[in-house]
């Protein structure tokens, strides 16, 4: 039975296992995804989405599957940041020092950040579950 985070999104997958001539692509952006938007589902109803790169078509995808109103905000129409507040933003590009509202709540996912490292920690501990079939919560 495939659980939602072993589809790939954006034509991709970030994890690939093969056993019983079987292989399965998993999509860990995806599930990481999941485990930081749980708590931020009762206190927002949309979510701006910065990028369109396979890191932004995960967090689409899971978002939309939370329920979530996605928007999703490229080169093309980067001004709206200046325009939003108390909003949930989420950045899923590698641009650093983006300047937003300050009544936003930011979710960035570079590596060196507080939500940047979660995100990624909550990556490591699928991709061992995946590869060791254990599972590792911290």
Known sequence: QKTAYEITYG??????CSSDLKTIGYNTDYY???KL??????????????????????????SIEMGFIVNNITRSNWNELD????SLIFNCTPVTNIEFD???EFIDCIIGTNTG????????????EIYTGIKYEV
């Open 11 to 16: 034509d991709w997958s970030s994890d690939v």
């Open 102 to 104: 300050c009544s936003n």
């Open 117 to 128: 490292n979660l995100f990624h920690l909550n990556q490591a501990m699928k991709q061992f």
């Open 83 to 86: 325009k939003l507040k108390n």
């Open 32 to 34: 990481a995804t999941g």
């Open 37 to 62: 938007l749980e708590s931020k589902r009762n206190k927002f109803k949309e979510i701006f989405i910065l990028g369109n790169g396979g890191l932004a078509s995960a967090v689409i995808s899971k």
